[in-house]
């Protein structure tokens, strides 16, 4: 089993900056891909980003790249994502993920974090 639990949210101001941590913890963490998920108000989960374990390999979803840097350190078994010009559209609850074989697709994600609040405001 892993837990996997989130760090870093909080309310920032449109243009500012916010970093989230995703440690996990495990007998055995071997994962694929991490990835980042958000959850806007009234609206469904979308992907954000991910990585992937063996080799650092980043991914991120066309609203967020330019902005967003997802980065990992092996060591810690934890998965940052640094945003930068956080935007109002982007307030959501963030949640960490580890799947054993996808990328984009949530569904093949098997083990989620609890979600952590992010709120941009204008």
């Known amino acids: 089993q892993v837990q996997l639990v989130e760090s870093g949210g909080g309310l920032v101001q449109a243009g500012g900056s916010l970093r989230l941590s995703c440690a996990a913890s495990?007998?055995?963490?071997?994962?694929?891909?991490m990835g980042w998920f958000r959850r806007a108000p009234g609206k469904e989960r979308l992907f954000v980003a991910a990585?992937?374990?063996?080799?650092?390999?980043?991914y991120y979803a066309d609203s967020v790249k330019g902005r967003f840097t997802i980065s990992r350190d092996n060591v810690k078994n934890t998965v940052y994502l640094q945003m930068n010009s956080l935007k109002p559209e982007d307030t959501a609850v963030y949640y960490c993920a580890a799947s054993r074989n996808s990328v984009w697709n949530q569904d093949g994600y098997n083990f989620w974090g609890q979600g952590t609040q992010v709120t941009v405001s204008s």
């Open positions: 990585i992937r374990w063996r080799d650092g390999s980043p």
């Open positions: 495990g007998r055995t963490f071997s994962p694929y891909t």
